[in-house]
């Protein structure tokens, strides 16, 4: 019998399980998948003042959140810790950065910080929840 279970977070096991799975596949398709999730930490001396978590796999980057503290918002750490992150990758292969925003969120930030709207998909129940898609190239 086959069941489908719903958890809030996979155990390591199974992470790797999935991570081999996916890797083997890229193989078969001569794809090095080279899957890494990593995170940039901002810090006013020792107090974590922003946070950029994302990931690469194959010659792409993914922004899945950033968060600077509201006491700091405004005064360019959002846009320190773009730029950290492009610096930190130039140069070593990746095509590009990617992220998703919803309209409540920072649209408009990404621009700022050079990023292109790809297309937006609209939340017809709440626009708040309109998503912008953006992609940067690196140079």
Not at 32 to 59: C, P
Request: overall charge negative; glycine content about 6%; some cysteine.
């Amino acid at each position: 019998m086959i069941t489908v279970e719903v958890v809030d977070k996979l155990s390591h096991i199974l992470e790797k399980q999935m991570e081999q799975g996916l890797d083997q596949y890229g193989i078969s398709h001569d794809i090095t998948v080279d899957y890494k999730k990593f995170s940039f930490i901002l810090r006013y001396e020792q107090k974590v003042i922003g946070i950029l978590n994302a990931f690469h796999s194959y010659n792409c980057i993914h922004i899945e959140d950033l968060w600077v503290d509201n006491v700091y918002r405004g005064k360019g750490y959002g846009k320190q810790l773009i730029e950290n992150l492009v610096e930190h990758f130039k140069g070593k292969g990746f095509d590009n950065i990617n992220c998703i925003t919803c309209d409540y969120q920072a649209p408009d930030f990404y621009r700022k910080c050079g990023f292109t709207e790809e297309f937006v998909r609209i939340n017809n129940k709440n626009p708040k929840f309109t998503m912008t898609f953006f992609i940067k190239f690196f140079d």
